[in-house]
């Protein structure tokens, strides 16, 4: 039977999904504009962040009222605990993207540093574990969730191979440590991108199975 | 409508962790039908209702919880051609047995309905009106009984100072908390509400929930409910009856937040039909 606050759930099903395209173009763009020294393009990107906090606002404003009015319960008490958890942290996400944006100009004041292969394998990393994270909530695929948590382990050990070759070359030479430090700080922007798609991920399975696995230990995932 | 097919609905103790902590069943039932002449009305229903707890029986119209409420006391008795079949235990005695005593069960679980029903007399006559039937008439131990009752029921000091007034110039919430009192007056063990709550307004409403609440700590409470939020607010195991049978049964918590079964979750969302 359609009810007819099943409308006002798809309203806020279609609000996350455009905020999670923007979050997603938002990384892409941060990766493109660091591996191409693009300032304008970052400023873009930092530019268009207020778009989806506004987005963030009006998926609260939209739950809180459909919890006062309808009172959920069940899948629906699980969708609307789903939708509060993962809504900031995509707005987070976005945030994250902006802070690499802020580093990429930073970046390009300085001379160029050699390239460190892990950053961009971290960086994709992340930014395919979002694109995952938000598939598996919008098919409701719990495996898929459980596969993009599994991938937070190679996400942790990008960001450390990556912290270890800058370390080299700032011992190298003291010239490139200022440039480094700003690379340790976007290394570790991505691993937080990815560690807020697992936290999406874990909140996908509790939607679909009713279990919450944050915090569970592996065996209990 | 999907046919329901459901095995036996009750998990054995040691499977429902509800039921595995120390809570004693006070209420236990196996295998219950209930016919209206030929017409089965309750399809093996078997449960444990937990002593001093609140459990919500919830369904949609003639799914046969309010049958199933009143097999719990035998007020299914004064029906003609209405009898029920299988065990329904208190305390460990099957009231379906020969030799239980319908008027002395029903002291022992009392029933309050969902339109108060107060006696056209006064407020203290009310209260003291089964004490009375049941042969007590000192005075001293009838005004105890009746304070007691009424304080137990949320309504002394609204009524102390009427006692003697007719209990019909009372308000329907106070009317319905008269009910209760009436009800406890006689000392039972459990307490039977068929929507107890549903001809009131929201502050009444809120009232009869509080004293539930409280009353759970001395009393077993059965409650019938079409309130969903009523059900989730109150009770501590919520049973879902459907065409006649018990679908889920389970903590409320679960009911509410991740049912097992399809048609509960059709149910508590509200996707019926």
Same mark, same amino acid.
């Given at each position: 039977m359609q009810r007819h606050f099943d409308k006002d759930i798809e309203d806020i099903k279609d609000l996350l999904l455009r905020m999670g395209a923007m979050v997603e173009d938002s990384i892409a763009q941060s990766i493109r504009a660091l591996i191409e020294r693009d300032t304008r393009l970052a400023e873009e990107v930092i530019a268009r962040d207020d778009e989806i906090d506004r987005m963030e606002l009006a998926i609260d404003k939209l739950t809180i009222e459909l919890i006062a009015k309808m009172q959920p319960a069940a899948s629906d008490l699980r969708f609307v605990a789903t939708i509060m958890k993962i809504t900031p942290e995509l707005e987070r996400i976005g945030d994250l993207a902006q802070d690499v944006c802020e580093r990429v100009i930073e970046l390009n004041r300085e001379p160029q540093l050699k390239p460190v292969s892990q950053l961009p394998q971290l960086a994709e990393s992340a930014q395919r574990m979002v694109r995952e994270a938000l598939d598996s909530l919008v098919n409701g695929d719990a495996d898929l969730a459980r596969s993009v948590i599994q991938q937070d382990d190679v996400a942790d050990a990008l960001t450390e191979d990556s912290f270890r070759a800058l370390l080299t070359y700032m011992l190298e030479n003291p010239r490139n440590i200022s440039p480094a430090i700003r690379l340790t700080f976007v290394g570790k922007y991505f691993e937080r991108m990815a560690d807020g798609a697992t936290n999406i991920c874990e909140m996908v399975v509790y939607l679909v199975e009713g279990k919450m696995i944050k915090h569970a230990g592996s065996e209990n995932r | 409508m999907t046919a329901i097919t459901m095995q036996s609905t009750r998990p054995s103790r040691s499977e429902d962790p509800a039921m595995s902590?120390?809570? =004693?069943? %006070?209420i236990h039932v196996q295998d219950f039908d209930f016919y209206y002449g030929e017409a %089965?009305?309750?399809?093996g229903i078997s449960l444990d209702i937990p002593e001093r707890q609140v459990t919500a029986l919830i369904g949609p119209? &003639?799914? &046969?919880k309010s049958t199933f409420l009143r097999s719990i006391n035998r007020m299914n008795d004064i029906i003609p051609d209405a009898h029920g079949e299988g065990v329904i235990e208190i305390d460990g005695r099957n009231i379906y047995s020969g030799g239980v005593d319908a008027v002395e069960l029903r002291r022992r679980v009392g029933m309050v309905f969902q339109k108060s029903n107060p006696f056209p007399k006064s407020i203290y006559d009310n209260v003291a009106y089964g004490v009375r039937i049941g042969g007590k008439k000192n005075k001293k131990e009838l005004d105890e009984i009746v304070e007691k009752s009424l304080r137990r029921a949320a309504l002394w000091d609204e009524a102390k100072d009427r006692l003697h007034q007719s209990a019909l110039a009372m308000s329907g919430g106070q009317q319905q908390r008269l009910c209760i009192a009436r009800a406890l007056a006689v000392d039972p063990e459990i307490l039977l509400m068929d929507e107890p709550a549903s001809a009131l307004d929201p502050i009444a409403t809120s009232k009869i929930e509080e004293l539930i609440y409280e009353l759970k700590e001395n009393y077993t409470i059965v409650i019938v409910t079409h309130n969903m939020q009523q059900a989730a607010r109150v009770s501590d195991r919520t049973a879902f009856f459907m065409l006649g049978k018990l679908v889920e049964y389970g903590e409320t918590k679960t009911i509410f937040m991740? =049912? %097992?079964q399809k048609m509960t979750e059709d149910y508590v969302t509200g996707r019926f039909g």
């Open positions: - | 902590d120390a809570i =004693p069943a %006070k %089965k009305t309750l399809h119209s &003639g799914c &046969g991740n =049912p %097992k």
